[in-house]
Nanobody, 119 residues
Framework: QVQLVESGGGLVQSGGSLRLSCAAS????????MGWYRQAPGKERELVAV???????NYAESVKGRFTISRVNAKKTVYLQMNSLKPEDTAVYYC?????????????WGQGTQVTVSS
């Protein structure tokens, strides 16, 4: 079992910046991807960004050029730097971990952190 602990959400004005952090509770020796999803009120959860075990990053079109995902394996941590924030970025942001071990896939979620962007 892996717990994911998120931090860094909050209230910011439009055009501002925030950095989210997500740390895994234990060392992971399996292959794993880490990423961020978000869910706004009345909407489905959507992928924001992912950092794969192979070092590849993928972003939702709506955040490309504004958000940057990074990962420090030694710290078991993934970060999401969010710049030029817009009111439509307001959502609960969830950290996600997907790992593959012994032929099985596992998925874990953080508890979510609220990001609110005021206009």
């Amino acid at each position: 079992q892996v717990q994911l602990v998120e931090s860094g959400g909050g209230l910011v004005q439009s055009g501002g910046s925030l950095r989210l952090s997500c740390a895994a509770s234990r060392t992971i020796t399996a292959i794993y991807d880490m990423g961020w999803y978000r869910q706004a009120p009345g909407k489905e959860r959507e992928l924001v960004a992912v950092y794969t075990s192979g070092g590849v990053t993928n972003y939702a079109e709506s955040v490309k050029g504004r958000f940057t995902i990074s990962r420090v394996n030694a710290k078991k941590t993934v970060y999401l730097q969010m710049n030029s924030l817009k009111p439509e970025d307001t959502a609960v942001y969830y950290c996600n971990l997907q790992l593959w071990s012994m032929g099985s896939a596992y998925e874990y979620w953080g508890q979510g952190t609220q990001v609110t962007v005021s206009s």
